[in-house]
């Protein structure tokens, strides 16, 4: 009929619910009142404290407060606004003050009243409430998507997430979205006295009832006697919950209470715990971290765990295995808690064809050799500047102040590089193109001249710098430091047997050892000549090597202004004679070095009975004299 007679099309017309085009980019809204989150409490305890806090603030007895209880659903927070009884507009809550307009999914959720059932609405009026997806809805969803290959979620509240930032309202009303209000943003000319009147209020209008709300007083008791109610309702819901929201009924007593931070101090949200489970461990998978920790990865028989799937789940370390008892094939109990990666707990059974956990020889990305750190639970993937997982944060420690110090190559603009695959290794650094960054969202020509000049002016560098920016395992900078004084040049650290490395001043037999490897990596070796090739130098140690070293042992501390010398050539100077330079002053201090306007480090000095030297006798002591 609509289509015959365009002006019988109503704005609450059933068919403009999924009639909405797909929108090309998100609206920012600002909210007319912010949205706000809550505390949460963990036990009954901190439930019941929350509310005696509460009850001496307007000194009352905790038991004399009427509490309302509403199972807290496991979705996204909605401003649903209306201007005379018709849905204006819908928006996600972002920061509490800016939202970003969901209006076109929103508009294909039934429970979402396009127009107000009251024939006099008020002008404005915003409902707050969850928007869900209910557990037997999200199944459908996830079977459909290993039907068709296509992506699983994890929990319903990311599938319901995903499917309200839909740009196109047709895949978002296929979807089982539901809405259940919890309160009101602002709401005009209404007058309301308690919190159960408002969701009445808004039962009436056509909104759908929160099941299972309850009104009590604020005794310990009654809070523990709902608690267990909720925790067997729980189950027996259709959708997921994750805990139970406290609100204190009376709205004056709320305005009196108020708000700290973004949380009211009249709500609390006590959440359920961790959840348990028996499955089977059919797998485990080596997943290599940014800094090439290999960590292995539990692949379960598909659970049910409080709403959510569990596929997965962490193992941690090889050490944890091992304290588990674990193997594949036995079944094993799993916990998870919140948002947070659910973990095996133990051992229930042991299969009856089970193996063992074996850690690969080999990194599952790159194929170099994997080692496991002397005295430590991680086993780490050699290929430190190739392996693939690694990249990113390589790039970033090369680049960052301490080593390279290419100031305008920052973590999101490498980030954004590597992902594109310019920039695979710190050889492409020198490689890339002014159109490689002003081709890239928020760049312009301007930003990637300056990157690429950056990347010109570090390319003077220092031997020790440049091998701390290497990233070898363990190598930090004063260990790059330590080693390019012994050697001198890089080729002589390249060659250095595990017995020489020792000999380095601070240099045990982890470091030395990951030194050894990383430079018998060609991978390693090859990328080092290209940087070489594209420019990158460095002045060697000057001397013989291994210098005298008069200070070895001592731990100098420099404090104030020196006239003659800058802070960084003092301390250059102190370290090439073998001191190390702290920043603080201690019993096992060897020596200050005071310059003018000393502060706090020269009267800790003296009270502790450390040497200390002004700048004249400092350059007199090693022949500076000016
Ligand atoms: S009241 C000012 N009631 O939980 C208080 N929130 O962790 C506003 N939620 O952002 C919230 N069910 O998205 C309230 N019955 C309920 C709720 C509920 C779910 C969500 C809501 C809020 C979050 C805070």
């Known amino acids: 009929m609509e289509a015959e007679n365009l002006e019988l099309i109503t704005a609450d017309s059933p068919s403009q619910r999924v009639g909405a085009k797909p929108i090309d980019d998100y609206v920012k809204i600002e909210h007319t009142v912010k949205m706000l989150s809550l505390a949460n409490a963990f036990t009954l305890a901190e439930t019941y404290d929350f509310f005696e806090k509460a009850a001496k603030e307007l000194d009352v007895d905790p038991s004399s407060l009427d509490i309302f209880s509403e199972p807290k659903l496991d979705g996204l927070a909605i401003s649903l606004h209306y201007v005379h009884g018709l849905l204006s507009y819908a928006a996600t809550r972002g920061d509490g003050q800016v939202g970003e307009d969901v209006t076109h999914t929103i508009k294909t959720v039934k429970s979402v009243p396009i127009k107000l059932a009251t024939d006099c609405p008020p002008a404005t009026l915003d409902v707050r409430g969850e928007v869900f997806m209910p557990k037997a809805a999200f199944e459908k969803l996830n079977l459909q998507a290993l039907q068709n290959d296509s992506k699983v979620f994890v929990n319903p509240r990311n599938a319901a997430a995903g499917t309200v930032r839909q740009m196109n309202p047709k895949i978002a009303a296929e979807r089982d979205l539901q809405f259940i209000p919890y309160g009101l943003g602002d709401y005009g000319e209404l007058k309301f006295t308690r919190h159960s009147e408002i969701l009445k209020f808004l039962h009436t209008i056509g909104f759908r009832k929160n099941p299972h709300c309850y009104s009590f007083h604020g005794s310990f008791e009654e809070f523990e006697k709902n608690y267990h109610v909720m925790e067997k309702v729980r189950e027996k819901l259709p959708m997921q919950i994750d805990g139970i929201v406290y609100k204190i009924d009376d709205l004056s007593l709320q305005t009196a209470l108020g708000f700290i931070a973004r949380s009211p101090k009249w709500a609390v949200a006590r959440k359920f715990p961790a959840q348990n489970d028996v499955t089977q461990l059919l797998s485990v998978d080596f997943q290599v971290g940014r800094t090439g920790v290999l960590t292995p990865v539990a692949r379960l028989e598909p659970v049910f765990v409080g709403g959510v799937t569990v596929e997965n789940a962490t193992l941690h370390n090889m050490d944890e295995i091992e304290r588990l008892g674990l193997e594949i094939g036995d079944s094993v109990e799993i916990q998870r808690a919140g948002d947070v990666i659910p973990k095996v707990v133990k051992v229930v059974a042991q299969g009856a064809d089970r193996k063992p956990i074996i850690m690969p020889e080999r990194c599952p990305v790159c194929n170099a050799a994997v080692e496991r750190t002397e005295g430590q639970a991680a086993f780490r993937c050699t290929g430190v500047l ?176 020196l006239q003659h010398l800058s802070r960084n050539e003092a301390k250059a100077l102190l370290e090439s004679l ?49």
């Open 578 to 626: 073998g001191a190390k330079v702290a920043g603080s002053v201690s019993k096992k201090t060897s020596c200050v070095v005071v310059g003018q306007e000393a502060g706090s480090k020269l009267a800790t000095a003296q009270s502790l009975g450390v040497k200390v030297l002004d700048e004249a006798e400092f350059l007199a002591e090693f022949n500076l004299g000016h």
């Open 386 to 561: 190739t392996c693939a997982a690694q990249g990113a944060e390589r790039i970033r420690h090369y680049a960052s102040r301490k080593f390279m110090n290419i100031t305008n190559l920052g973590t999101k603009l490498i980030e954004l590089l590597y992902n594109k695959g310019t920039l695979k290794t710190i050889a492409d650094i020198y490689t890339l193109k002014i159109d490689d960054i002003a081709s890239l969202d928020g760049q312009g020509e301007k930003s990637a001249q300056n990157v690429l000049a950056s990347i010109q002016t570090s390319k003077t560098t220092k031997l020790g710098t440049f091998l701390g920016a290497l990233g070898i395992y363990e190598v930090g900078e004063e260990g790059a430091k330590n080693i390019a004084r012994y050697f001198k040049n890089l080729d002589a650290i390249a060659a250095a047997t595990l017995e020489e490395l020792m000999q380095v001043p601070d240099i045990g037999p982890v470091m030395a050892k990951n030194v050894v490897e990383f430079f018998h990596n060609d991978n390693n070796q090859a990328i080092i000549k290209k940087i070489r090739d594209a420019g990158v130098t460095w002045q060697d140690e000057p001397g013989a090597p291994v210098q005298p070293q008069p200070l070895a042992g001592q731990t100098w501390v420099l404090t104030g202004t």
